[in-house]
């Protein structure tokens, strides 16, 4: 990557399909959080070098966890005065939810364009 002329090229980072979320940190700084389309987020140039630790922190569904910890800990929902039910009064089992996709889907990659006028 040549980033000797940083001031006309612009760098996005961009991941293919992201669940749920990705907090981006380029050289131990914090770039953004990547969530929704276009799945992609524009990096400070200045932070970048000839080589690069490029870190995404990905945050997992509440369901997937909520499914795991339900397996293994199945005692968590009795209480003293009420039991948890579905919306049909079944007893709530989250254990049997399906687990959803979770992570990065697909490549992770970095792009360089030319600054348009205005960006």
Do not use: C, H
Not at 11 to 25: G, Q
Not at 41 to 55: A, Q, T
Not at 81 to 86: A, G, L, S, Y
């Amino acid at each position: 990557m040549n980033l000797s002329d940083t001031g006309i090229y612009r760098y996005i980072l961009r991941i293919e399909d992201v669940r749920e979320s990705a907090r981006v940190i380029i050289n131990g700084i914090p770039q953004g959080t990547i969530w929704a389309f276009p799945n992609q987020i524009e990096l400070s140039p200045e932070i970048l070098k000839d080589e690069n630790r490029i870190e995404i922190v990905v945050q997992n569904l509440s369901s997937n966890y909520m499914r795991k910890y339900d397996e293994q800990n199945p005692g968590w929902k009795k209480f003293y005065d009420i039991n948890f039910v579905d919306i049909t009064y079944n007893p709530f089992n989250p254990s049997e939810w399906p687990l959803e996709p979770s992570g990065l889907i697909g490549e992770v990659y970095i792009t360089r364009e030319e600054k348009r006028n205005g960006q």
